[in-house]
């Protein structure tokens, strides 16, 4: 028996010591490129980590058996405690998603960034598709002229499939981006989160686009929404295409996560359908969309002297002509379709996350404090025997820091595993951003969050532990 107890003591202070070590971790990994330096910095960390358990193992041990032993003490009290912590982990994680997420697509990259080409003055964007091969050769005219290494043309055509407007709901209603299939894995964001076999499906779905321009794939939880599923053939009646409306086959849904509520359409069939079809059912008269169905032009540059460059091609290329363009890198362009949102954003960043930590803080200290009060004869006895007041504050904060850390820690692997794996993502749509995958960095929020929180709450008990009085507690006992 005191064998197993060996192991499961030594079992625990390891994986504490992992936990800690884990932490910063997976907060610098990912801005580490090289593999053997990552793979070193591993074996670095768990050396230090296991050192450390072997070199104080004596105090180490006695401090886990205390702590546990007082946790366990209330059982309820402790669970009821972990489980309001693990809520509100869960709300603060699923928060600092989304914030985390949309701060990455507005910061500036000085590599490997986009550019977004879209008219000057004008909300929404409605260029000539004319403009496409040009844009999407930067605007160069010059030998010697910087281009990009990859474009791609957006047409947006949104419609519903109940012909009557009245009746037009989120059920019925369906918008689509209308492209080159081929350029959905090689330009669209997000395509790392795909695994490879979705990854080897999308290309064969582009591969039948390209050869039936009436075929389409679209989000799972869209045909959810929609009452289809693959295999259907669909007539769309447009909104912002008048008198164009389209008859599809669905051959595909785009899985679980940022595209699940978009739909991909081949561009060539609504051009077709605007420069062509429409003029011959309608004794040759224009479409008025046939000047301005180009909505946005993506390019791939390889880093910001590149950008510059094209840039002022772009505007240079297009600044006598009606509409002229504008060229701004992508981070900026989503930037200024999220204004909309700015009140909404700050709000979650600047009121609602700080009132969650609090509470947090706030039911860590409640419960660490009605233990103090009910064990102020066990402190007591603590000092009689030698032990000091900094010491009995250190086993009080232990107390909530580990109850918050392993609270923080099961909370937010709970949350990646059920959200990434299970839900596709939080199902929060905002601009063209319909979910926001749980990131790699929150497996480090948590125990971050419920860590840093239970310290706070927890200073007014410990200082309250350390200052109590042997003479008084034992007065009031006799």
């Known amino acids: 028996m005191d064998i197993v107890k060996s192991l499961l003591m030594w079992t625990f202070a390891l994986c504490l010591a992992g936990a800690a070590v884990a932490v910063p971790l997976i907060m610098g990994l990912p801005y580490v490129d090289d593999l053997f330096t990552r793979l070193l910095i591993i074996g670095v960390a768990v050396a230090v980590a296991v050192l450390l358990v072997v070199a104080f193992h004596q105090a180490l041990f006695f401090h886990i058996r205390f702590v546990l032993k007082s946790l366990l003490r209330n059982l309820l009290r402790s669970s009821l405690t972990a489980a309001a912590t693990m809520l509100l982990v869960f709300v603060v994680t699923c928060v600092w998603t989304v914030l985390w997420f949309l701060h990455a697509v507005t910061s500036e990259k000085s590599k490997d960034l986009k550019a977004i080409v879209t008219e000057k003055w004008q909300i929404p964007s409605q260029m000539p598709f004319s403009y496409g091969n040009t844009l999407a050769d930067g605007g160069a005219r010059q030998p010697g002229d910087a281009k990009p290494q990859d474009s791609m043309n957006w047409q947006f055509y949104g419609g519903s499939l109940i012909q009557d407007a009245a009746q037009r709901n989120r059920e019925n209603i369906v918008f689509f981006f209308g492209m080159d299939p081929k350029k959905f894995l090689t330009m669209m964001d997000g395509i790392d989160e795909f695994t490879q076999s979705e990854i080897d499906q999308i ?58 509520l978009s739909a991909v359409m081949n561009c060539q069939y609504l051009n077709d359908a605007v420069n062509e079809d429409y003029p011959r059912t309608h004794s040759g008269k224009k479409h008025e969309m046939a000047e301005k169905s180009l909505n946005l032009v993506w390019l791939r540059v390889p880093d910001t002297k590149t950008y510059e460059k094209v840039a002022g091609q772009v505007e240079t290329a297009f600044a006598n002509s009606t509409p002229s363009v504008k060229c701004e890198t992508a981070s900026s362009g989503v930037a200024s379709f999220l204004d909309a949102y700015r009140d909404l954003l700050w709000g979650m960043e600047w009121i609602f996350s700080p009132i969650a930590l609090v509470s947090m803080a706030v039911v860590i200290a409640t419960a660490i404090s009605i233990s103090v009060r009910e064990r102020r004869t066990e402190m007591a006895i603590l000092k009689v025997l030698g032990f000091g007041p900094w010491r009995i504050m250190t086993l009080v904060l232990g107390e909530a820091l580990l109850l918050g850390a392993l609270s923080g820690m099961i909370s937010v692997g709970l949350t990646y595993l059920i959200v990434n794996v299970y839900i596709g993502g939080i199902p929060f749509p905002i601009a063209f951003f319909p979910a926001f995958r749980i990131p790699i960095y929150a497996l480090a929020w948590g125990p971050m969050i419920g860590a840093g929180t239970a310290l706070v709450g927890s200073i007014v008990p410990a200082l309250s532990a350390r200052a109590v009085k042997v003479s008084e507690v034992f007065s009031k006992v006799a």
């Open 203 to 260: 290309k064969k779905y582009a591969d039948e686009m390209v050869k039936d321009k009436r075929k389409v794939v679209i989000g799972v939880e869209r045909l959810k929404a929609l009452h289809k599923q693959v295999g259907d053939k669909i007539k769309v009646y447009s909104f912002n295409y008048k008198d164009v409306d389209l008859e599809f086959e669905i051959i595909g849904a785009l899985p679980k996560g940022r595209y699940a």
